[in-house]
């Protein structure tokens, strides 16, 4: 009944603002003998008459002030939200939950966001740094940030950054003292400096690969840290070996405070990606966060 009524109802609620056929009829873009009789029609349905006519004007009847008052702020609150919509087309609004990892944070994510935020002040993002593999649809994330290896095959992933590499790292003068590791494996003669998973409580086992075979090394050490910045700072001080991403001590290496090792086992990963959901229905937010985060972002012309 309600579907059959709606646009019966905007005529009548019209006509009793306006007190007038001719007002109402104008007001929407409608023949004045068309809007008497949806208004006619809705009260044969109600069995109600709901205006009194006369030939000087228009007013509701007890029943009709009844119906205004109480449907009036509805549909006053649905064109107030059709309006909210089209300026959220001209002016995007909305909020994103981000979970991804340090380094994606600091490397990838966070250089375009700044001026993403600049050019759309309505759209909050809040971002989750976190190493581990977090369930960004149990933890009400929108999207999530890691290494393409390790994103569900049931996500939509999108590629956000270039080719990364891990690789093993410690000061000069440690590698003096204690030797330079020859294999992976050597490294559980070497103090390391360890990483903990904070969500899922372990420490991560160091990965490497060569020629197609693939190890994984489980190593100690004196200090553990969540943070990226902390393991590099501890190696550059001669505590142990890390294991990081390459650009993130580029100063480092640069400057003399850090040499590489086991670089043969290194071999680059995929990069980081944005993953969701593959049910996810994009907002507009969501959508343009996407086309400013893509890698390698759009040619445009010159």
């Known amino acids: 009944m309600l579907r059959e009524n709606v646009n019966d109802l905007i005529s009548f609620l019209m006509v009793a603002q306006e007190r007038s056929f001719t007002r109402a009829a104008a007001k929407l873009n409608v023949s004045q003998s068309a809007l008497s009789h949806a208004v006619r029609g809705l009260e044969e349905r109600l069995a109600v008459r709901l205006l009194t006519r006369t030939t000087r004007n228009v007013a509701p009847t007890e029943a009709g002030e009844r119906l205004a008052d109480a449907i009036g702020p509805h549909f006053t609150a649905i064109e107030s939200e059709l309006l909210a919509l089209g300026e959220m087309r001209d002016r995007p609004a909305g909020n994103i939950r981000i979970s991804a990892g340090e380094h994606a944070l600091d490397a990838v994510l966070w250089p375009a966001l700044k001026p993403f935020l600049q050019r759309y002040p309505d759209i909050k993002v809040e971002i989750i740094a976190d190493d581990s593999l977090t369930d960004i649809v149990s933890e009400r994330f929108d999207a999530g940030i ?27 003068d440690y590698l003096a003292k204690n030797g330079i590791p020859a294999t992976p494996q050597a490294l559980q003669r070497h103090r390391c400096i360890n990483m903990r998973l ?11 690969a060569k020629d197609g075979q693939e190890i994984k090394v489980r190593v100690d050490g004196q200090v553990t840290f969540n943070s990226l910045r902390q ?6 001080e001669g505590l142990g070996l890390t294991f990081v991403p390459e650009d993130a001590i580029q100063e480092e290496v640069a400057n003399g405070r850090l040499m590489t090792v086991l670089d043969e086992w290194c071999p680059p990963l995929s990069g980081y990606y944005l993953y969701y959901p593959s049910r996810k229905q994009h907002t507009t937010a969501f959508s343009l966060l996407l086309e400013a985060l893509r890698y390698p ?4 012309g010159g």
């Open 146 to 172: 890691r290494l393409g290896e390790q994103i569900a095959k049931d996500m939509i992933a999108v590629r956000i950054g270039p080719d990364i590499r891990l690789v093993v790292a410690g000061s000069p």
């Open 198 to 208: 904070l969500t899922l409580g372990g420490i991560y086992a160091w990965e490497f």
């Open 231 to 236: 393991r590099i700072d501890a190696a550059s």
């Open 297 to 300: 972002p759009p040619a445009t």
